[in-house]
Structures are given as structure tokens and as C-alpha cells.
């Protein structure tokens, strides 16, 4: 067992006699991230103005808090939110568009002409309510994005009451967002003023990749980041293709390049890293650079196989994202979570490799740290934001539960989501999504469907 029962110092938060919150919430095991490993029997959260007043047992609880409103999640598990750290969220619009193809394949001859025909604000913002939707249903409460009109994605957001953090995107060629990187900068700069001290929406600089933004931009990003104090969200060594093209155009490989323009720091958010030497790893840990692992999305376009469990090893963070559904298919990262955990350990070949709570801490903490929230998001800590999830764990697909832990990341799915809370917010309550109407979703999706395929060769391999 991961330390069931163990106490935790100070979780209990500042009781008095009779302590008066919003809400409380008794479950049969909390999961709080930190400390690494814990999971806590009978136990309960309580809340107030959306932060996370106390962690204690709930026979305590009922003994010295009054509540509000009483949530009983007695049969569930109670995790923080889950944190995607890579997504284009919009693009699932696309889902099953261009599928079983090598990456510059898909992109160049699939993805970008469809893109260039069709993804404006209204798809942007249509497909960006679904991505979050689904992603709210799955537990993911917070979502770093990659992709074009990023206030309209910032706008599905915040409609829906997830958290996001919203990609400035730039890339080498133009689009229906920006012409070329001048504008590129000066749009996303504005995107990033009008939600600056926003509750749910924050913002990063989104280089689509080495290979598509050339050197003066990236530093003039580099500089940036540093003046505004946002993170850089970027694809970097996905492919083999990607190392030989960069070798081949700039004399070096891509993180050399990146090196070279100031890019590599704590700032940096590398999505993928697949192909990594052993230098190349102590570099990026010595430079404090996050990684985002998408493994599901690594072994559908068999860009290659990240290697988690030496990046572990040398200290790297590392986080977890589903990509785009179009190259997954999901936004599922319970499901991404079981990938990776299984994957490192065929790659290591080691089955210690990758532990569930490690996968889970993957997940949520280091997500946040990746994403400079940590002092916010990513573990049940009293005063941090109180973005959280319940499952259900009374189904017999579930049982016996000899280490809920484990259960979590091997054996559940994300129709075991029941509830959800962003910032202290209901957002999913009993498996329904508030606020949206689900099958207005499916109308929008259908018409995009169909738009998309009588204009555009689907077939075409």
C-alpha cells in the first residue's frame, strides 16, 4: 500500500472550534499528490471561495467543520485535477480526419490545407467547447493549448469553467490568425493583456516548432517570455526526420539550435523529446527544461519513444499531454496516464520503472510546475486552488481494491469521472458536464464533419 493512513503534518489547515466553509467534501480515499505516494483513508476536503480550507479525517470533519453544502463521495477516490500539457484543442474537429500516416505527412499534406481552409474563429471556438467538454468529463481541469485565435479557445474556456493555459501561437508561414511573425507577436501580446490576472486563463508563448520559426523570431520569444514571465510551450524533437532536416539545414541539432537563442531554460516547455542522447538529457536538466510526454500520440504517429525513465532519473520534469484528437484520438489523460506508465517501463525495460504515483504526479504536480502554477495547482495542499476530482470506485469492474493508487492508474477509466470542481466551482456533477448542452455539441461537430467532407479529399493517402 502507498501509505494509506500515513498522516500528513499541517494537511489539517487552521481548525477552530466549529470552522464554517462552502463545502465539504467526504471521501472514502483522498489521493493529494503531496506528500509523494499518500493515500489517505477516510478522509475529507473542505473548501472556501475556492481554495482548499483543510484536509482531515472525516471523523474529525464532522466533528469541527459546518458546511454549506455537504458533498458525500464515500464510495469515490478524490484526486486534484488533472493537467493536460499539451493540446490543440480545437483541432478535435479533425478527430479521425488523417489517420495512420507518418507525421510531415499528416501535417503538410492532411492537417495544414485543411487547417488553411477551415480553422477560423467560429471553428476555433466551437472545437475548443468540445475539446473542453470532453476533457472535463475525463477530469482534466486544466489545459495548455497550442493553436490558432487563441482568444476564441480562451473564450470556450472560460465558458465551460475549465482552466487553460493559452498558446500565443507562431509559426513560419501565414495563416487565418496572423501573415507573418511580426503580427504573429503583436496579436498574441494583445490576447495576453486582455487575460492577464484572469481567474482561469493564463498564457505562454506557442513556437509551433524549430523547424517552422526561424532564429530572429525565436529570440525575440526567448526575450519576451523573460519581460512578460511566461512560460514557452514548444514541439522539439519529435522525429528523426525533425534531428536530420535541422543537421542538414542549420549544421546542429534542433536543442543545440535552441540552446544557442537563449530558449533553453525553466521556461521551456518541450513537448514530445523523443529523440534524446544521453548529453542531450543532461543539457536539458542542467537548463531546468520541462518535458511533455504525449505517449499515445508518439505511438499513433510513430515519432518514437520518449525515454522517460532516464529523464526521471536525471531530475528532468516531466508532465504529461494527450496532443490534439486528431492524432490521438482522445483528450483522455487517465488513459494517457496508464500509456505511459506501461510504455516506460517496455522502453526501460524495467517494470519499476514509472510507478503509479509517479504517473500520477506526472499528471497533475509536475504539470503545474511545467506550467510556473505549482504554488496554485496540481496536489490537495491547504490554500492552493481547489481543482478536483472524484471518482467513482463502487463499480465490480473496480473491485477488489487492494491499493487505490494503483487502481487509479491501471485499472480505471474516465467513465469512473463522477464530479468535478474548478477553483471550488461544480463543473461535472454525476457524470453531466454544466452548463452546456451536450448535444448541441454533437450538431456542431456533425456540421463541421460535414462541411470538411464535401470540400475536402479525406480519402487522399
Not at 7 to 24: C, K, S, T
Not at 347 to 353: L, S, T
Not at 427 to 456: C, E, F, H, K
Request: hydrophobic share 45%; proline share 5%.
Amino acid at each position: 500500500m502507498h501509505g494509506v493512513n500515513n498522516v500528513v503534518p499541517g494537511r489539517y489547515g487552521n481548525l477552530e472550534p466549529m470552522q464554517h466553509v462552502d463545502q465539504l467534501i467526504h471521501a472514502r480515499w483522498v489521493i493529494p499528490v503531496e506528500p509523494h505516494g499518500v493515500v489517505l483513508d477516510h478522509h475529507s476536503v473542505a473548501i472556501t471561495e475556492g481554495r482548499i480550507m483543510a484536509l482531515l479525517p472525516t471523523e474529525l470533519a464532522l466533528e469541527s467543520i459546518q458546511a454549506i453544502n455537504t458533498i458525500d463521495c464515500r464510495s469515490h477516490l478524490l484526486i486534484p485535477g488533472l493537467i493536460n500539457c499539451h493540446t490543440h484543442a480545437a483541432m478535435s474537429l479533425f478527430r479521425g480526419l488523417a489517420d495512420d500516416l507518418p507525421l510531415m505527412t499528416w501535417l503538410e499534406q492532411h492537417i495544414w490545407p485543411a487547417e488553411a481552409r477551415f480553422a477560423d474563429r467560429q471553428f476555433v471556438r466551437e472545437g475548443t467547447r468540445l475539446a473542453a467538454y470532453e476533457m472535463l468529463r475525463g477530469g482534466t481541469t486544466c489545459f495548455n493549448d497550442m493553436y490558432f485565435f487563441p482568444d476564441e479557445a480562451a473564450a470556450a474556456a472560460t465558458e465551460l469553467g475549465i482552466r487553460a493555459m493559452i498558446g500565443l501561437i507562431v509559426i513560419g508561414f501565414p495563416t487565418a490568425w496572423a501573415q507573418d511573425a511580426r503580427e504573429y507577436l503583436r496579436l498574441g501580446q494583445q490576447v495576453h493583456d486582455r487575460y492577464r490576472g484572469h481567474p482561469l486563463i493564463h498564457t505562454a508563448f506557442a513556437p509551433h516548432a524549430p523547424y517552422t520559426v526561424d532564429d530572429s523570431t525565436l529570440s525575440q520569444i526567448a526575450m519576451l517570455a523573460e519581460e512578460l514571465d511566461v512560460p514557452i510551450h514548444m514541439h522539439v524533437h519529435e522525429t528523426r526526420q525533425e534531428i536530420e532536416d535541422s543537421i542538414a539545414r542549420y549544421g546542429q541539432r534542433p536543442l543545440a539550435r535552441l540552446q544557442g537563442l537563449g530558449l533553453l531554460s525553466p521556461r521551456l516547455l518541450a513537448v514530445h523529446m523523443t529523440q534524446l542522447t544521453s548529453a542531450e538529457i543532461e543539457t536539458v536538466a542542467l537548463a531546468g527544461v520541462s518535458i511533455a510526454h504525449c505517449p499515445e500520440s508518439n505511438l499513433k504517429l510513430a515519432s518514437g519513444l520518449c525515454p522517460v525513465a532516464k529523464l526521471l532519473a536525471a531530475g528532468i520534469n516531466c508532465t504529461l499531454g494527450t496532443d490534439g484528437a486528431a492524432s490521438n484520438n482522445d483528450l483522455d489523460q487517465l488513459a494517457e496516464m496508464r500509456c505511459a506508465a506501461l510504455l516506460a517501463k517496455a522502453v526501460a525495460g524495467d517494470p519499476c520503472a514509472v510507478p503509479a504515483a509517479t504517473a500520477l504526479r506526472m499528471a497533475t504536480l509536475n504539470g503545474a510546475r511545467a506550467l510556473g502554477l505549482e504554488t496554485e495547482l496540481g496536489s490537495i495542499v491547504v490554500g492552493k486552488q481547489a481543482d478536483l476530482v472524484a471518482l467513482d470506485f463502487s463499480d465490480p469492474r473496480l473491485h477488489p481494491i487492494y491499493d487505490p493508487l494503483s487502481q487509479l492508474v491501471y485499472a480505471a477509466q474516465r467513465d469512473a469521472v463522477s464530479d468535478v470542481w474548478v477553483a471550488g466551482r461544480r463543473v461535472v456533477q454525476r457524470g453531466v458536464v454544466l452548463g452546456i448542452d451536450p448535444s448541441q455539441l454533437v450538431v456542431d461537430a456533425n456540421r463541421w464533419r460535414d462541411l470538411i467532407r464535401a470540400t475536402y479529399p479525406t480519402d487522399s493517402r
